[in-house]
């Protein structure tokens, strides 16, 4: 073995070294933490859990989103859509689409979501005190919505791409 490959061993090894006793202290500190109860072991608090593949990508997300208010512009009327606090539980694919979204709302509700390949939802299923499964467009615009009423009677509706409800039953 030649000087120059010796002195490059030894300056991986001393890499590796320090590497290996950097980690094993913040281990040990940890584990000194756990012990004096400065971390609890039995919860983790956060508002945002990511679990990501082999190649880094986020294919699973349990967020906790806050409530907020964006503007949606209908028929040339711009009005405020007031979103709740969600606990999301997004399941994305391969190529980072979110391809199933699971959401407990503060209001009680609970809905699942199926979105396409693009990810855009095409399928919601709403439970509340009435629930409903609406089927969406390309464009993200519920057009067939199957519901029941307070009654427990069964509804359907097909909406026109502006909105409109061109056929109801009953």
Known sequence: MEQSELKSLSRQIAWLWITWSISFSLLF???????TGFISANEIRTRRVLVVDDKG??????????????ELQRKGETFPVHYIESAVVYVYDPKGKPRIMLRA???HSAEVNVCDRQGKVR???NATDLPS?????????????????????????LYSPDWQVIFEAP
């Open 29 to 35: 500190l940890l584990g000194v933490f756990v012990i």
């Open 57 to 70: 990508n986020t294919r699973i997300a349990l967020v906790m989103e806050p409530g907020h208010v964006v």
């Open 105 to 107: 709302n503060s209001d």
């Open 123 to 125: 399928i919601g299923f």
């Open 133 to 157: 499964a609406t089927f969406y467009d390309t464009e993200g615009r519920g057009r067939l919505s199957l519901s029941l009423s307070g009654t427990g009677e069964p509804t359907i509706k």
